[in-house]
């Protein structure tokens, strides 16, 4: 079953604007780490932001925050302010932490990423 | 810069050959996991090691395998290569294997197969 959900294959936004890109997990776990990382054309994999989930505040990390509602097991990142330079794909990504966990070690579970445009 | 470094950035090959990716991961960091991504499968985890001991294993193929040494450095070996495992390697390395420690990714190393 997919652990990580991103609904948003692509979304185009205006630059200075701000963004939500959506992320929906499945857990049976008490204990998960979720993470964002953004991938520009170039390839590489770059971490933005974690949210744990005792965090009781949801994390921010300059112009990124994530609105995390673990009610809805959903962990939406937003970008304000946009920059051509956060044209890119995002991943959301989930670390399950505890038994269920025992096979992977950790290992995160990405989503299928959502490509995000800005235009000027 | 990640502080994760990976060599080669890009390798081209044939079917039925064997390959080596090589990963540093970042000072400190004891855990190295590798990862592929392809347009079909997405991001898959592979395998993962902890201060030199295999620690848990993903979606790998029995034809693939990996090992840390202990200077921390990992190796992905590939063999028997077929064309479907074309795709970007990537590594990544976190301090442990803890939940809330995020793993900072390397490059990749980019795989085609003719």
């Known amino acids: 079953a997919q652990k990580i959900t991103q609904t948003q294959p692509g979304m185009f936004v205006q630059e200075k604007e701000a963004v939500t890109l959506d992320c929906t997990y499945d857990?049976?776990?008490?204990?998960?780490?979720l993470f964002w990382y953004k991938q520009p054309s170039s390839g590489e994999m770059i971490f933005l932001i974690y949210?744990?989930?005792?965090?009781?505040q949801n994390a921010t990390e300059g112009r990124y925050s994530l609105n995390f509602q673990k009610a809805r097991k959903s962990a939406n990142l937003v970008i304000s302010a946009s920059q051509l330079g956060d044209s890119a794909m995002y991943f959301c990504?989930?670390?399950?932490?505890?038994?269920?966990?025992?096979?992977?070690?950790?290992?995160?579970?990405f989503g299928k990423g959502t490509s995000l445009l800005v235009t000027p | 810069d990640s502080g994760v470094t990976q060599t080669p950035k890009h390798l081209i090959t044939a079917t039925g050959q064997r390959v080596t990716l090589r990963c540093s991961p970042r000072s400190g960091d004891l855990s190295v996991y590798w990862y592929q991504q392809s347009l079909d499968q997405g991001l898959q985890f592979l395998i993962q090691y902890y201060n030199g001991e295999e620690r848990a294993k993903g979606n790998i193929l029995e034809r693939f395998s990996a090992q840390q040494f202990p200077d921390l450095h990992s190796e992905l070996n590939l063999s028997s290569l077929e064309l479907g495992d074309s795709a970007l390697y990537f590594c990544?390395?976190?301090?442990?294997?803890?939940?809330?420690?995020?793993?900072?990714f390397g490059d990749g190393t980019r795989l085609s197969i003719l």
């Open positions: 857990t049976s776990d008490p204990s998960y780490g």
């Open positions: 990504a989930m670390r399950e932490g505890g038994s269920s966990n025992s096979n992977s070690g950790y290992a995160l579970n």
């Open positions: 990544a390395s976190s301090v442990g294997s803890l939940p809330n420690q995020p793993q900072h």
């Open positions: 949210q744990g989930s005792y965090d009781q």
